[in-house]
Protein backbone atom coordinates (compact mmCIF):
# COMPACT_ATOMS: atom_id res chain seq x y z
CA UNK A 1 0.00 0.00 0.00
CA UNK A 2 1.21 3.54 -1.23
CA UNK A 3 2.23 5.87 2.13
CA UNK A 4 1.31 9.37 2.35
CA UNK A 5 2.65 11.88 -0.71
CA UNK A 6 2.99 15.40 -0.45
CA UNK A 7 3.70 17.60 -3.42
CA UNK A 8 5.86 19.74 -3.88
CA UNK A 9 8.57 18.55 -1.65
CA UNK A 10 10.62 21.85 -1.74
CA UNK A 11 9.20 25.26 -2.30
CA UNK A 12 10.60 29.05 -2.53
CA UNK A 13 8.27 31.53 -2.51
CA UNK A 14 8.48 35.45 -1.94
CA UNK A 15 6.66 37.76 0.90
CA UNK A 16 3.17 38.22 -0.12
CA UNK A 17 2.97 35.23 -3.08
CA UNK A 18 0.48 32.48 -1.89
CA UNK A 19 0.88 28.74 -1.89
CA UNK A 20 -0.90 25.66 -2.68
CA UNK A 21 0.32 22.40 -1.10
CA UNK A 22 -1.16 18.78 -1.80
CA UNK A 23 -1.28 15.61 -0.28
CA UNK A 24 -2.31 12.70 -1.15
CA UNK A 25 -3.35 9.79 1.92
CA UNK A 26 -3.10 6.31 1.96
CA UNK A 27 -6.05 4.55 0.52
CA UNK A 28 -9.10 3.88 2.39
CA UNK A 29 -8.16 6.96 4.93
CA UNK A 30 -10.75 9.47 4.92
CA UNK A 31 -9.00 11.81 7.34
CA UNK A 32 -6.32 14.04 6.78
CA UNK A 33 -4.69 16.38 9.11
CA UNK A 34 -2.09 19.10 8.76
CA UNK A 35 0.70 20.33 11.14
CA UNK A 36 3.28 23.10 10.40
CA UNK A 37 6.68 22.29 11.93
CA UNK A 38 9.04 25.66 12.77
CA UNK A 39 12.16 25.72 14.77
CA UNK A 40 10.27 28.37 17.12
CA UNK A 41 7.04 27.05 17.49
CA UNK A 42 7.87 23.36 16.80
CA UNK A 43 4.78 21.49 15.68
CA UNK A 44 1.23 22.64 15.85
CA UNK A 45 -1.65 21.79 14.52
CA UNK A 46 -3.59 23.67 11.29
CA UNK A 47 -6.49 21.73 10.49
CA UNK A 48 -8.18 18.28 9.75
CA UNK A 49 -10.28 17.49 7.22
CA UNK A 50 -12.69 14.40 6.61
CA UNK A 51 -14.90 13.59 4.21
CA UNK A 52 -14.46 16.68 2.60
CA UNK A 53 -15.57 18.80 5.60
CA UNK A 54 -13.26 20.34 8.03
CA UNK A 55 -13.81 18.92 11.29
CA UNK A 56 -11.43 20.71 12.89
CA UNK A 57 -9.25 23.74 13.42
CA UNK A 58 -5.95 25.40 14.90
CA UNK A 59 -5.28 28.41 16.27
CA UNK A 60 -3.96 29.69 12.76
CA UNK A 61 -4.84 33.18 10.80
CA UNK A 62 -7.88 33.23 7.72
CA UNK A 63 -4.89 33.22 5.78
CA UNK A 64 -3.89 29.55 5.99
CA UNK A 65 -6.90 27.86 4.09
CA UNK A 66 -7.68 23.95 2.84
CA UNK A 67 -9.86 21.59 1.24
CA UNK A 68 -10.62 17.84 0.70
CA UNK A 69 -11.68 16.14 -2.62
CA UNK A 70 -14.14 13.32 -2.94
CA UNK A 71 -10.91 11.22 -3.29
CA UNK A 72 -9.91 12.53 0.16
CA UNK A 73 -6.70 13.98 -1.65
CA UNK A 74 -6.53 17.69 0.12
CA UNK A 75 -4.80 20.50 -0.68
CA UNK A 76 -3.50 23.53 1.98
CA UNK A 77 -3.62 27.44 0.67
CA UNK A 78 -1.17 29.90 2.80
CA UNK A 79 -2.13 33.38 0.92
CA UNK A 80 0.23 36.47 1.51
CA UNK A 81 3.04 34.97 2.79
CA UNK A 82 4.87 35.74 5.51
CA UNK A 83 8.43 35.60 6.23
CA UNK A 84 7.36 33.67 9.02
CA UNK A 85 5.19 30.97 7.03
CA UNK A 86 8.82 29.25 6.35
CA UNK A 87 8.47 26.15 7.85
CA UNK A 88 8.13 22.07 6.83
CA UNK A 89 4.34 21.49 5.76
CA UNK A 90 3.85 17.91 7.37
CA UNK A 91 0.17 15.89 6.36
CA UNK A 92 -1.03 12.63 7.85
CA UNK A 93 -4.07 10.39 7.03
CA UNK A 94 -5.89 8.29 9.31
CA UNK A 95 -9.11 5.95 8.96
CA UNK A 96 -11.06 8.58 11.65
CA UNK A 97 -9.67 10.77 14.25
CA UNK A 98 -6.37 11.68 14.35
CA UNK A 99 -6.08 12.05 17.98
CA UNK A 100 -7.27 8.35 18.58
CA UNK A 101 -6.43 6.55 15.38
CA UNK A 102 -2.64 6.11 13.95
CA UNK A 103 -1.62 8.71 11.56
CA UNK A 104 0.55 7.97 8.77
CA UNK A 105 2.65 11.17 7.70
CA UNK A 106 4.16 12.49 4.69
CA UNK A 107 7.51 13.06 4.10
CA UNK A 108 6.79 17.20 4.18
CA UNK A 109 6.71 20.20 1.80
CA UNK A 110 9.55 22.18 3.09
CA UNK A 111 8.48 25.94 2.68
CA UNK A 112 10.52 28.90 2.25
CA UNK A 113 9.59 32.04 2.07
CA UNK A 114 12.00 34.92 1.26
CA UNK B 1 -4.25 26.89 27.06
CA UNK B 2 -3.00 23.25 27.49
CA UNK B 3 0.91 23.28 28.32
CA UNK B 4 2.78 20.19 27.34
CA UNK B 5 6.50 20.07 28.87
CA UNK B 6 8.72 17.36 27.79
CA UNK B 7 12.15 16.44 29.43
CA UNK B 8 14.85 16.14 29.16
CA UNK B 9 15.44 18.49 26.37
CA UNK B 10 18.68 16.48 24.60
CA UNK B 11 19.74 13.05 25.53
CA UNK B 12 23.13 11.95 24.38
CA UNK B 13 23.55 7.72 25.13
CA UNK B 14 26.04 4.84 24.18
CA UNK B 15 24.40 2.14 21.96
CA UNK B 16 22.62 -0.43 23.90
CA UNK B 17 21.68 2.14 27.10
CA UNK B 18 18.37 2.57 28.49
CA UNK B 19 16.41 5.97 28.49
CA UNK B 20 13.25 7.06 29.66
CA UNK B 21 11.69 10.48 28.48
CA UNK B 22 9.00 12.19 29.90
CA UNK B 23 6.08 14.14 29.29
CA UNK B 24 4.13 16.30 31.53
CA UNK B 25 0.24 18.04 30.66
CA UNK B 26 -1.08 20.32 32.93
CA UNK B 27 -4.86 19.21 32.73
CA UNK B 28 -6.45 16.78 32.13
CA UNK B 29 -6.89 15.47 28.58
CA UNK B 30 -8.81 12.48 26.60
CA UNK B 31 -5.91 11.27 24.51
CA UNK B 32 -2.33 10.78 24.43
CA UNK B 33 0.19 9.95 21.57
CA UNK B 34 3.58 9.43 21.45
CA UNK B 35 5.65 10.44 17.68
CA UNK B 36 9.31 9.78 16.51
CA UNK B 37 10.99 12.00 13.95
CA UNK B 38 14.08 10.66 12.53
CA UNK B 39 17.19 12.93 11.58
CA UNK B 40 15.31 13.05 8.09
CA UNK B 41 12.47 14.31 9.25
CA UNK B 42 9.86 11.39 8.87
CA UNK B 43 7.35 11.18 11.68
CA UNK B 44 6.00 7.98 13.08
CA UNK B 45 3.18 7.61 15.18
CA UNK B 46 4.75 5.24 18.11
CA UNK B 47 1.85 5.11 20.76
CA UNK B 48 -1.73 5.93 21.46
CA UNK B 49 -2.16 5.82 25.17
CA UNK B 50 -4.44 7.86 27.27
CA UNK B 51 -3.74 6.19 30.26
CA UNK B 52 -2.09 2.57 31.17
CA UNK B 53 0.71 0.72 29.61
CA UNK B 54 1.78 -0.29 26.08
CA UNK B 55 5.11 -2.06 25.03
CA UNK B 56 6.29 -2.61 21.62
CA UNK B 57 9.50 -4.37 21.11
CA UNK B 58 12.17 -2.41 22.65
CA UNK B 59 9.57 0.55 23.36
CA UNK B 60 7.60 0.88 26.09
CA UNK B 61 4.97 3.44 27.45
CA UNK B 62 3.22 4.56 30.48
CA UNK B 63 0.43 7.15 31.45
CA UNK B 64 -0.83 8.13 34.33
CA UNK B 65 -3.47 10.10 33.51
CA UNK B 66 -4.24 11.36 37.07
CA UNK B 67 -0.68 12.57 37.81
CA UNK B 68 -0.59 14.07 34.34
CA UNK B 69 2.54 12.13 32.81
CA UNK B 70 3.13 10.08 30.29
CA UNK B 71 7.05 7.99 29.84
CA UNK B 72 8.55 6.61 27.06
CA UNK B 73 10.68 3.56 27.89
CA UNK B 74 13.85 2.99 25.53
CA UNK B 75 15.72 -0.07 25.67
CA UNK B 76 18.98 -1.50 24.28
CA UNK B 77 19.12 1.85 22.42
CA UNK B 78 20.23 1.64 18.61
CA UNK B 79 21.89 4.33 16.99
CA UNK B 80 18.17 4.20 14.47
CA UNK B 81 16.26 5.41 17.57
CA UNK B 82 17.96 8.97 16.95
CA UNK B 83 16.20 11.82 16.07
CA UNK B 84 13.35 13.85 18.47
CA UNK B 85 10.55 12.10 20.15
CA UNK B 86 7.21 14.05 20.45
CA UNK B 87 4.62 13.66 23.17
CA UNK B 88 1.15 15.09 21.74
CA UNK B 89 -2.20 15.51 24.18
CA UNK B 90 -5.73 15.95 22.87
CA UNK B 91 -7.32 17.94 25.93
CA UNK B 92 -10.94 17.46 24.62
CA UNK B 93 -11.75 19.55 21.35
CA UNK B 94 -10.37 17.22 19.12
CA UNK B 95 -7.08 19.61 18.68
CA UNK B 96 -3.52 18.29 19.15
CA UNK B 97 -0.93 19.94 21.40
CA UNK B 98 2.63 18.65 20.82
CA UNK B 99 5.37 18.93 23.32
CA UNK B 100 8.58 20.72 21.93
CA UNK B 101 10.19 16.92 22.04
CA UNK B 102 13.23 15.25 23.22
CA UNK B 103 15.96 15.10 20.78
CA UNK B 104 17.96 12.01 21.23
CA UNK B 105 21.60 11.01 20.00
CA UNK B 106 22.78 7.42 20.32
CA UNK B 107 26.37 7.00 19.88
CA UNK B 108 27.38 3.61 17.96
Known amino acids: KAGVTQTPRYLIKTRGQQVTLSCSPI?????VSWYQQTPGQGLQFLFEYFSETQRNKGNFPGRFSGRQFSNSRSEMNVSTLELGDSALYLC?????????????FGPGTRLTVL | GIQVEQSPPDLILQEGANSTLRCNFS?????LQWFHQNPWGQLINLFYIPSGTKQNGRLSATTVATERYSLLYISSSQTTDSGVYFCAVEPGDDKIIFGKGTRLHILP
Open chain 1, 27 to 31: SGHRS
Open chain 1, 92 to 104: ASSHDRPSTDTQY
Open chain 2, 27 to 31: DSVNN
